[in-house]
């Protein structure tokens, strides 16, 4: 699902934030990247979704070639990912639900379709009661489970988080962890960033660590 041979990322003002990383994750995978603050993380994920280029090397995601991706081949294979974030960069000028529909606006779904999609996703992170709210009312787990909603709600194959448990409590991260695990469970392939090592742990699951943009460690 993703490939990553021999890629690099120097950023035009500094040094490699990656060098040489080589890796697969197979469809259905979940794994975890871990590595300290600096390390890379973010770059590797930026990669992913086609928010930076790689100075060298190939990656390829859902079958398709990074590199000989069209300019009108990019929005379709960003709809095959789902992205969540730490501080989940909601709209407060919006309700929950609208929230949610927006990924959904903007593949161009019915009304009808994309309400009903809707509810299925805030459904699925036990949020459905609460859609008419302006998230700005919600606790910070319920907030990032909005986000989850709305990084899910147009199944995407690949599902990416960038440290989705920094701003919480150990509880609330590990029913973060857990609805992660639900989607993998269904074929979603995940792969989260964080550095919450205690956490990792009890997962259980493939972890990758990258240390000054090397990949020093997988397994
Ligand atoms: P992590 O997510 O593990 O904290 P990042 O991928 O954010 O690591 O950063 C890796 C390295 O790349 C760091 O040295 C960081 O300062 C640098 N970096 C990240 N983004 C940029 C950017 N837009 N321009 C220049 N350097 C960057
Ligand atoms: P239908 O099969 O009736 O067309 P959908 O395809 O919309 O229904 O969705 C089937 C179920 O899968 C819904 O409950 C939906 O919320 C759920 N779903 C949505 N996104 C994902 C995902 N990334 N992983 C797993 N299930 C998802």
Avoid: W
């Amino acid at each position: 699902m993703i490939h990553f041979e021999h890629v690099s990322k120097r950023y035009s003002e500094g040094h490699d934030a990656l060098k040489d990383i080589c890796f697969t994750l197979q469809t259905g995978e979940l794994a975890f990247l871990t590595g300290h603050s600096g390390a890379g993380k973010s770059t590797l994920l930026k990669l992913i979704m086609l928010m930076e280029q790689p100075t060298a090397g190939h990656i390829q995601v859902c079958d398709q070639q990074l590199t000989h991706l069209g300019r009108h081949e990019i929005p379709f294979l960003r709809r095959s990912i789902g992205v969540v974030f730490q501080n989940h960069q909601l709209l407060f000028d919006r309700t929950v639900f609208e929230n949610v529909a927006l990924p959904l606006q903007i593949c161009g779904y019915s009304p009808q379709d994309a309400a009903r999609r809707v509810r299925a996703a805030l459904d699925k992170v036990g949020l459905l009661d609460r859609e008419k709210m302006n998230p700005l009312a919600l606790s910070s787990g319920e907030q990032q489970r909005v986000g989850i909603a709305r990084a899910i709600v147009h199944k995407p194959k690949v599902l990416l988080a960038d440290e989705p448990t920094g701003n919480l409590d150990p509880l609330l991260s590990e029913e973060i962890m857990r609805l992660f695990e639900q989607f993998n469970r269904v074929g979603t392939t995940v792969l989260i960033a964080s550095h919450d090592l205690s956490l990792i742990k009890r997962m259980g699951r493939r972890v990758m660590t990258l240390r000054s943009g090397r990949l020093i460690a997988d397994g």
